[in-house]
């Protein structure tokens, strides 16, 4: 797609319709290595879910902890 992309750089970048249906993709045509792919991208999509659910809950805290230090109910020695 970059070879076939005109323009300048970034968000400026264009790239024809035709241009990208001539565009050939490989596809792996044994089932088993379909399913492979599948098996790790799965993996990869729970392992980002869990990581954000990680995140958000820091930050709960993170936003809690300010709170209580903003009110003055816990001081840092």
């Given at each position: ?75 840092l020695?």
């Amino acid at each position: 797609m970059e070879l076939a992309a005109s323009g300048t750089t970034g968000s400026h970048q264009r790239i024809s319709p035709s241009s990208a249906l001539n565009i050939a993709i490989s596809i792996p045509l044994d089932p088993s290595e379909q399913t492979a792919i599948a098996t790790i991208l799965s993996d990869m999509d729970a392992e980002i879910t869990a990581l954000e659910a990680r995140r958000d809950k820091t930050r709960d805290i993170k936003q809690g902890m300010m709170q209580e230090l903003l009110t003055g109910r816990i001081r840092l020695v």
